[in-house]
């Protein structure tokens, strides 16, 4: 069983700050995708990457694919509330049903 | 626009109660999955669909089961409702395909008394 571990669990801050968000496995996974979760709503996909040492940017947030394809993280810049969220970092296996292993979340607030 | 759709937003039912979890998605998608989210664990994969009348055990299957008669719909049953299975239900719906994201509902909050 493939196990992605996710840290910290939970994040406060005050608007303006820096954070990052860290995804850890010891298994290598062929696509890790984030997705950020609001209350009373599903997750929502924010970015998938794929290939090792890959960045991808999304306005003030910046996600990492490790080299080795076993870890990624997601940095924020200068942190609003309208980031408050939960955020989850997914790890996606080689067959084509599509099954992704979730870390345990990131519960972010960002304080005005 | 994609759309899932989960039955019921917030569902009470009592122990020992047959209980049905529906969603129906709108995007022609060939996988469907049920997961459970609780304070911690994240999302736990209970089951997956590749295709209509085709199903896979996830991580934590028992005590559920899922039919998919029609490629749209994807339902969830507990059998015999038991108290630790108060949770967060979330169905997702994806392409086939490595790599594709998976489009969620927004969530059955169910409380099992």
């Known amino acids: 069983t493939q196990l992605l571990e996710q840290s910290p669990q939970f994040l406060s801050i005050q608007e303006g700050e820096n954070l990052t968000v860290y995804c850890n496995s010891s298994?290598?996974?062929?696509?890790l995708q984030w997705y950020r979760q609001e209350p009373g709503e599903g997750p929502v996909l924010l970015v998938t990457?794929?290939?090792?040492?890959e960045v991808k940017k999304l306005k003030r947030l910046t996600f990492q694919f490790g080299d080795a394809r076993k870890d990624s993280s997601l940095h924020i810049t200068a942190a609003q509330p309208g980031d408050t969220g939960l955020y989850l970092c997914?790890?996606?296996?080689?067959?084509?049903?599509?099954?992704?292993?979730f870390g345990q979340g990131t519960i972010l607030t960002v304080h005005p | 626009d994609v759309k899932v759709t989960q039955s019921s937003r917030y569902l009470v039912k009592r122990t020992g109660e047959k209980v049905f979890l529906e969603c129906v998605q709108d995007?022609?998608?060939?996988?469907m999955f049920w997961y459970r989210q609780d304070p911690g664990l994240g999302l736990r994969l209970i089951y997956f669909?590749?295709?209509?009348?085709?199903?896979e055990k996830g991580d934590i299957p028992e005590g559920y089961s899922v039919s998919r008669e029609k490629k749209e719909r994807f339902s969830l049953i507990l059998e015999s409702a038991s108290t630790n299975q108060t949770s967060m239900y979330l169905c997702?719906?994806?392409?086939?395909?490595?790599?594709?994201?998976?489009?969620f509902g927004d969530g059955t909050r169910l409380s099992i008394l």
């Open positions: 997702a719906s994806s392409e086939r395909g490595v790599r594709q994201p998976q489009h």
């Open positions: 669909s590749y295709d209509v009348k085709m199903k």
């Open positions: 990457v794929v290939t090792g040492g």
């Open positions: 997914a790890g996606g296996g080689s067959t084509s049903y599509g099954k992704l292993t």
């Open positions: 995007m022609d998608h060939e996988n």
């Open positions: 298994s290598v996974f062929s696509s």
